[in-house]
């Protein structure tokens, strides 16, 4: 059999080696089990609460779903998830592909497993988090810092008697506290975080982690406490727990959420302090007068939905110079947020955000698709589906013939039992030929079904498809789900700079175009098939980005 090896090591915190050693006995196993291992999979430093940003398990699926691996080990199952959705989420499309898991501490997996396991993983997660909790907490009330490290200070690396780290202390980093100081002092005096932030990357300053600042690492949120200016460590104040973490359940990413003011954690630690009071307080004053009243409707608004695109192409529109964002400077108008923000880019040119998005629709709807440029890609895409394709067909045509065999030998086995030939006679070649019938079952689930062909006149009707969205953009109960389909045929919209204006490119996802493109049409709930309701398919193994220079404008 084909055997595959997964391992995964959760944080930093822990050795590296650690996948070494789950890959060495894992491979011990295989080969007293008399498979041959063909590939091995690995995470680092990732928690296996998620599954979304792990490349190696991912990886491995794909591998599975290919048909290019019959049996996974792993040191336990909890290597593979900790997430009991996700775990049965990870058996099920296995299991699907024909593959079998097979564990060093539970051995080959089934569904009793996944119950069992699944529920004491994920009570293991929870223990683990509370546990984790509860330790930081003592950490804090003893005035050393959970966690992190702030700009200003210096992280303070012992030992105690014993030989064990001693984590938690901090001191005041002198050349960086002047820095601190002169931003608090800069923006009490009426400078913008913007201006302080351009005149610390022109002195070539480092900021947080090195980086470069920008006018969101001086501002920051201060509901949360984030940014320079709402530190109140910088006073002498350790404050923890003011937030805590949740996961989303789609996207696998964690959200924010406050914490009730009675749950924070405070304690002083004069030590720390950079900021006196007296310059702290005319910070405070000055946010107080320049921040922008919030409306009543707004509040308890959840952060995902606050974060919905407000424009058109809103998070799409792209700096051709150094890839930043182009965000809106004006009430009309598109600029290099990195330029403005930073002053590391040369690029000052801005756009009206009408002209914009005109235009990119435009495109969508005319020059996506030309009509020569598409019929040689339709051309170059089915040549290759063919020649790919060819293959895997040749391998179930082989497989289909060789079940026929199978069952006509059984037909022929079964009809001798009935002209009385003992059965005792033919039990063994009856059973062999039952297992043979099985394992080519499996084989010919697992071959790929044949890839579609593309219709000469897909472009057509993706331009038709196309000018129903533009229209629905003008109707009130439409233009929400057009907005969101045509979002969905755009990777990015890049504004290169070229002789002094801006050229706009539009990329576009394969996946996306060619699926508007289908011809069958889906009811739309309320009954109007205006072509609205478009279902954007793009599995893991149809991300092929096309970048479509044909579609410059």
Request: aromatic fraction near 4%; glycine fraction near 8%.
């Amino acid at each position: 059999m084909r055997a595959v090896i997964y391992a995964r090591y959760s944080t930093d915190l822990q050795s590296a080696t650690s996948v070494d050693d789950q890959v060495r006995e894992c491979r011990k196993r295989a080969e007293a089990d008399g498979h041959a291992v063909v590939n091995v999979f690995s995470d680092h430093a990732i928690s296996g609460s998620t599954l979304g940003n792990r490349p190696g398990m991912l990886s491995l699926m794909e591998a599975a779903k290919d048909g290019g691996v019959n049996l996974v080990y792993a040191e336990a199952l909890d290597r593979l998830s900790r997430d009991q959705e996700d775990i049965a989420g990870i058996y099920k499309r296995l299991n699907h592909a024909g593959v079998s898991i097979n564990t060093l501490s539970e051995g080959l997996i089934n569904e009793l497993h996944i119950g069992l396991k699944g529920t004491m993983n994920a009570l293991f997660l929870k223990d683990l988090a509370l546990k984790t909790k509860r330790g930081l907490e003592g950490r804090v009330r003893k005035g050393k810092s959970a966690g992190g490290n702030a700009y200003g200070y210096d992280v303070v690396k012992k030992v105690d008697v014993n030989g064990e780290p001693v984590r938690g202390d901090r001191n005041v980093n002198a050349p960086e506290a002047i820095v601190v100081h002169r931003v608090f002092e800069a923006f009490a005096s009426g400078t913008s975080p913007r201006s302080i932030a351009h005149t610390l990357n022109d002195e070539n300053i480092s900021g947080p982690r090195a980086g470069v600042w920008g006018p969101s690492t001086i501002h920051g949120n201060w509901r949360r406490g984030t940014g320079i200016l709402n530190n109140e460590l910088y006073i002498g104040r350790l404050i923890w727990n003011r937030q805590r973490f949740i996961k989303d359940p789609q996207t696998g990413k964690r959200q924010a959420r406050l914490n009730p003011e009675s749950e924070w954690i405070i304690e002083d630690v004069p030590a720390l302090r950079i900021i006196d009071d007296e310059l702290w307080l005319r910070v405070k004053a000055r946010q107080k007068r320049s921040r922008h009243p919030v409306a009543e409707e707004h509040h308890g608004i959840r952060p995902e939905r606050a974060r919905r695109p407000k424009y058109l192409l809103s998070g799409l529109v792209q700096c051709g110079v150094c890839g930043g964002g182009y965000s809106k400077i004006s009430q009309q108008h598109y600029g290099c947020s990195t330029a403005r923000n930073k002053g590391t880019c040369d690029n000052m040119l801005t756009i009206r955000r009408d002209i914009v998005e005109e235009t990119v629709l435009s495109g969508l709807k005319d020059r996506m698709m030309q009509p020569d440029a598409y019929k040689e890609f339709v051309s170059e895409f089915n040549r290759e589906l063919n020649r790919l394709g060819a293959s895997e067909d040749q391998e179930r045509t082989r497989l289909a013939a060789d079940l026929s065999h199978i069952d006509r030998n059984l037909t022929r086995l079964i009809d001798a039992i009935k002209s009385g030939v003992p059965g005792s006679t033919v039990k063994d070649e009856i059973s062999t030929l039952e297992l043979r019938k099985t394992e080519l079952k499996n084989k010919l689930e697992v071959v790929p079904a044949p890839q579609p062909r593309l219709h000469p006149r897909l472009a057509d009707v993706y331009r038709d498809k196309v000018a129903n969205l533009v229209e629905a953009l003008n109707a009130q109960d439409t233009v929400a789900d057009a907005a969101e389909a045509i979002r969905g045929l755009i990777d990015a919209v890049r504004l290169v700079p070229e002789e002094g204006e801006l050229k706009i490119e539009i990329y576009g996802e394969l996946a996306a175009l060619i699926t508007l493109g289908q011809e069958h049409k889906r009811k739309h709930p309320r009954g109007d098939t205006s072509g609205v309701q478009i279902t954007l398919v793009a599995g893991a193994r149809n991300r092929r980005y096309l970048h479509l220079d044909y579609a410059r404008i």
